[in-house]
């Protein structure tokens, strides 16, 4: 794990904690609001399958690190990112984001970078859907949030009462800065204009039990960005780098491999 203090055009130094696995081409992984923990097993598994460098940063806010005040939207996470691969001079980077993780790489390539060759958004949330009314996540209880999230949500249920007061606390920070991003409805009514201007090629999957992000948003997306794919992966929710890891590793290779 590597600590960096990046200097962002427009916000000042952020700190920024990235985990690195694996060699070869530059993968950059972005996690959602089930924290960093929630993709680090697949990015381990990913760079290993595809032989690639997999870089995973921790949201500022996020596991205990901490959150400069102008670091406050997914927009300003998206410069955050942009300005890591300047930092660490980076080219050829495919950006690969899931939930929030998805809505900040929209937003990477809504605001463009030379340094990003293709993006992959995984059950992404952020833009506003006619017909399809977001769901009050932070409504949801913990039981209510695996039933949202998973098409076998019995196999991915955890008991708050097994936690220590640590990780309860840790659990509790989250999802406060998870807030602080997203705001109340998770969406932002001026991605779907601004997608149009995207020129790196795109993949957009979506779980098809998903039910925080349902596949009308994963299409929503595609059809917003010029010439992107879409996937949908079957018995799959909001999380299929931890439900269905195979399947997800499989259609991202295949997209990296012919973009």
């Known amino acids: 794990m590597a600590a960096y203090d990046i200097r962002v055009p427009g916000i000042g130094s952020v700190p920024v904690t990235v985990t690195e696995t694996g060699s070869g081409p530059v993968h950059l992984l972005l996690h959602g609001g089930a924290g960093p923990q929630s993709v680090q097993e697949f990015a381990e598994r990913y760079a290993q399958a595809q032989s690639v460098r997999v870089l995973t940063p921790v949201h500022p806010g996020f596991g205990g690190t901490p959150r400069p005040e102008a670091v406050a939207t997914i927009a300003d996470l998206a410069r ?50 006619p017909g399809v009314t977001p769901v009050d996540f932070f409504g949801l209880q913990l039981d209510e949030i695996a039933d949202y ?39 932002d009514p001026s991605l779907t204009e601004r997608l149009a201007g995207v ?23 595609a059809a917003a960005i010029p010439g992107a794919r879409y996937e949908l992966l079957r018995e799959t929710g909001h999380l299929p780098q931890l439900e269905t890891p195979d399947q997800l590793v499989a259609a991202i290779a295949a997209f990296v491999a012919g973009k």
């Open 199 to 221: 020129k790196a090629p795109v993949l957009v999957i979506s779980g098809e039990s998903d039910r925080i992000a349902p596949p009308e948003v994963g299409r929503a997306f």
């Open 80 to 129: 955050v990112y942009r300005a890591l691969l300047d930092e660490l001079e980076l080219d050829q980077v495919t950006v690969i984001g899931n939930s929030i993780g998805g809505w900040i790489t929209a937003e990477m390539a809504a605001q463009g970078s030379d340094r990003i060759a293709a993006a992959v958004l995984i059950c992404a949330v952020g833009v506003e859907v």
């Open 149 to 187: 999230s998973y098409y076998r949500p019995d196999a991915f249920r955890i008991d708050p009462s097994t936690f220590s007061p640590r990780q309860l606390e840790a659990m509790a920070a989250n999802r406060v800065t998870l807030q602080v991003y997203g705001g109340e409805r998770m969406t």
